[in-house]
C-alpha cells in the first residue's frame, strides 16, 4: 500500500531524482565533520523562527500604540505567548551565532576556494540578511530599549559621505524613528527580509550540493584514505541527534530566561543610560564608541563606518583576495580569523563594562 | 547488567511521575494562598516592565515538569538515534547501500 501510494506520487511530481540524489549523496568523515553540522543546525533555528514568527504576528499590531500593548498581551494574556515569543528571540540569537561559527569553519578551513568562491558570497549574504533580521526585529516591540539602540543604529549610516543621509532617511521612513519606522521595520521582517533569504539559501543549498563538501587541508593530502558515510541515512541520523540537544538547549534557555518587556517608548523623553544593541552588534557599537570626535579633516564616526564597511567588502570578497589553489596553506588568512575572533570578544566584553 | 537497564529505567519514569505529581498537588494548595497575595501586590504597583516568565507557582511548576520532561524525552531519543548509527554504521561497513544502489 505505502509503495503504491510513493509510486503514485512519484509519477507526478518525479521525485525519485531527488530521493536518489540524496542517497548517492556521501559526506566526508574526519576530525573536522563537526563543522559540516552547523548548516543544518542554522536551517533548524531559521525554521523555529518561521513557525514561532507566524505565531507572533496573529496578535502583534505594527503601530505605534499597538505594538508595545500587542506584545505585552502576548506575553502575559495569550496562552503560551511568553514562551513562544521567548522561543523566538533566543533562536534567533541561536540562528546568528551559528552562522558566525559556520562562516568562520570555512574561513579557518579555507573551504571557500575555488570552485566555491559563489558559496562563499552567498553564505557572506546570508549572513548580512539574518544580522539586518535581528536589526529590524529588535524594534517591533517598541519599548524604551528597542526604541533607543534603533535610533543609534539608524544614526550610522548618515556617516557615510554623499548617500549617508538618504539612508538614514531611508531606514527610517523620515527624519526621526516613528510610527513610520515601526511600520516599515515590520514589513522588511515578516516581508522583504523572508523572501531574500529564501531565495538566497536555495541558491547557496544548491551551490553546496553542486560543488559537493569541501574537505580540509590535512584531509585533502590522503584523500584516498578519507573515510565517507551516505548522507542518508547514516548522517541524518547524526544530525538529528545534533538537532535534538540544541532544541533542548535553546528550550531550556527560552524557559528560563525570557526577555521582558519595558514600556512603550516615548518619543519626546531623552534616551535611557545603559542602551545596547543585540549581542552580536556590540563590537561594531564599541569600534564606533572608541574612535575620537574628529580624525584629521575628517570626524571619528565617519572614518569608523568607512572602515567597518571595508571590512565587510573585504569579507564578502574573501575567496577573490586569496585565490590560492585548494590544498594550499594560508597563514596570514587563518590569523585573520584568529584576530577577528579575539577582537570582536574583546570589543563585545569591554562594551558590557 | 544490560537486562537490568531497563528495569531502572523505569524505576526512574514511576519516581519522577510521583514527584512530578506530588510536586503539582503541592503546588495548587499553595496556589490559591499566594494568588491572594499577588492580586493585592499587582493591585498596589502598576508594574513598569513586564516579565516574561509567569510568576505564579502552578505555572512555574509546570515549567518545571515540561523541562524535565523534555530531556527525558530528548535523552530516549538520543539513544535510540545512537542505536540506529550504529546499526546503519555496520550496514554501510559491510557495504549494504552501495549494494541497494545498484
Known amino acids: 500500500m505505502k509503495n503504491r501510494i510513493l509510486s503514485w506520487l512519484d509519477e507526478r511530481l518525479g521525485w525519485a531524482g531527488i530521493t536518489n540524489f540524496l542517497t548517492k549523496k556521501t559526506v566526508p568523515l574526519h576530525k573536522h565533520t563537526i563543522w559540516y553540522y552547523t548548516g543544518s543546525a542554522i536551517l533548524l533555528f531559521f525554521v523555529i523562527q518561521v513557525v514561532t ?4 504576528i496573529l496578535y502583534y499590531k505594527p503601530t505605534l500604540e499597538m505594538a508595545n500593548a500587542s506584545v505585552a498581551r502576548i506575553m502575559t494574556e495569550i496562552p503560551l505567548g511568553w514562551i513562544i515569543r521567548s522561543v523566538h528571540s533566543w533562536s534567533a540569537s541561536f540562528m546568528i551565532a551559528l552562522v558566525f561559527v559556520h562562516l568562520l569553519s570555512i574561513w579557518i578551513t579555507k573551504s571557500y576556494r575555488k570552485p566555491r568562491e559563489l558559496t562563499w558570497m552567498s553564505g557572506a549574504m546570508l549572513m548580512l540578511v539574518s544580522l539586518f533580521f535581528g536589526f529590524t ?10 526604541f533607543s539602540a534603533t535610533k543609534v ?5 548618515r556617516a557615510i559621505p554623499v548617500v549617508g543621509a538618504w539612508a538614514t532617511q531611508l531606514l527610517r521612513g523620515g527624519e526621526d524613528v ?11 521582517h515578516v516581508c522583504i527580509l523572508p523572501i531574500f533569504l529564501i531565495i538566497l539559501l536555495a541558491v547557496h543549498i544548491y551551490l553546496v550540493q553542486k560543488q559537493g563538501m569541501s574537505l580540509p587541508l590535512e584531509a585533502e593530502g590522503q584523500q584516498e584514505k578519507a573515510r565517507e558515510i551516505p548522507f542518508w541515512p547514516n548522517f ?18 527560552a524557559l528560563f530566561f525570557p526577555p521582558s518587556l519595558e514600556k512603550p517608548a516615548d518619543v519626546m523623553a531623552p534616551a535611557p543610560e545603559g542602551i545596547k544593541p543585540e549581542w552580536y552588534f556590540l563590537f561594531l557599537f564599541q569600534t564606533l564608541k572608541i574612535f575620537p570626535a574628529h580624525i584629521l579633516f575628517v570626524t571619528g564616526e565617519t572614518l569608523a563606518v568607512l572602515l567597518i564597511l571595508l571590512a565587510v567588502v573585504w569579507f564578502f570578497f574573501l575567496p577573490l583576495f586569496d585565490n590560492k589553489p585548494a590544498g ?11 584576530v577577528f575572533v579575539l577582537y570582536a570578544l574583546i570589543m563585545s566584553v569591554w562594551s558590557l563594562l | 547488567m544490560i537486562r537490568l537497564r531497563p528495569f531502572f529505567l523505569t524505576i526512574g519514569f514511576l519516581v519522577f511521575l510521583l514527584i512530578a505529581w506530588a510536586g503539582n498537588t503541592y503546588c495548587s494548595a499553595q496556589l490559591t494562598e499566594t494568588q491572594g497575595q499577588l492580586k493585592t501586590f499587582q493591585e498596589e504597583k502598576e508594574p513598569e516592565k513586564i516579565v516574561g516568565a509567569p510568576q505564579d507557582v502552578k505555572q512555574r511548576t509546570g515549567i518545571w515538569v515540561f523541562f524535565i520532561w523534555m530531556w527525558i524525552s530528548i535523552i530516549v531519543l538520543v539513544f535510540f538515534l ?14 549494504f547501500f552501495s549494494a541497494e544502489k545498484k
Not at chain 1, 541524518?236 to 534557555?253: A, C, T
Not at chain 2, 545512537?82 to 557495504?95: H, M, P, Q, S, T
Open chain 1, 53 to 56: 514568527g507566524f505565531m507572533l
Open chain 1, 328 to 338: 594550499t596553506r594560508g597563514k596570514i588568512v587563518t590569523l585573520l580569523a584568529y
Open chain 2, 82 to 95: 545512537r542505536l540506529k548509527i550504529k546499526e546503519v554504521d555496520r550496514l554501510n561497513a559491510l557495504r
Open chain 1, 153 to 157: 543604529g539608524t544614526d550610522i549610516p
Open chain 1, 137 to 146: 526585529g529588535y524594534l517591533l516591540p517598541w519599548d524604551d530599549l528597542s
Open chain 1, 236 to 253: 541524518v541520523f547524526r544530525e538529528m541527534v545534533v538537532w535534538l540537544i540544541l532544541v533542548g538547549i535553546l528550550f531550556s534557555i
Open chain 1, 178 to 188: 516613528t510610527g513610520d519606522t515601526l511600520t516599515r521595520f515590520f514589513g522588511i
